[in-house]
């Protein structure tokens, strides 16, 4: 008989943060050598959401997630990509990002509107969260 082992879900989720993410921090002469382009999104603080993370995609594909007033850094190849924030069937337009290797583009995000924009959530999901080029 072969006995089963579960671990409680907070060590799973723990456990996939920790594979996922690294603490070594990259510099731009690095990740130029690499020829990848690194995208930083912020996520502002706004009192709605502040407990969910935002998913980030890129063409489609699940990079990461920035929670409430921090910021998510994560490498992608040179070219022209399609980028997206969403939470749920709430998501932000598609953004495209065009860089080259060695590149270092921020962008930042956050709901769309207060309280007098709720009607988003209802009738435009697409258009709930807002995703922009951050000042520099």
């Known amino acids: 008989m072969c006995a089963l082992f579960t671990l ?3 060590e799973v ?12 921090a990259t510099t731009a002469s690095e990740v130029a050598l690499s020829g990848l382009a690194q ?4 996520r502002i603080h706004h009192y709605r959401d502040t407990v969910r993370a935002y998913q980030i995609k890129v063409d489609g594909q699940v990079v990461g997630r920035v929670k409430d007033d921090k910021q998510h850094t994560f490498e992608i190849a040179p070219g022209v990509h399609q980028v997206r924030v969403r939470l ?5 337009p598609v953004f495209e990002l065009h860089v080259d290797g060695g590149d270092h583009v921020r962008l930042r995000t956050g709901p769309n509107g207060g309280i007098l924009q709720a009607w988003r959530i209802y009738f435009a999901p697409h258009t ?3 995703l922009e080029p951050a000042d520099s």
């Open 39 to 42: 995208v930083t999104i912020d």
């Open 8 to 10: 409680p879900a907070t």
């Open 128 to 130: 709930a969260l807002f």
């Open 13 to 24: 989720r723990e456990q996939l943060t920790t594979a996922v993410t690294s603490d070594l």
């Open 88 to 92: 749920m069937w709430l998501q932000s």
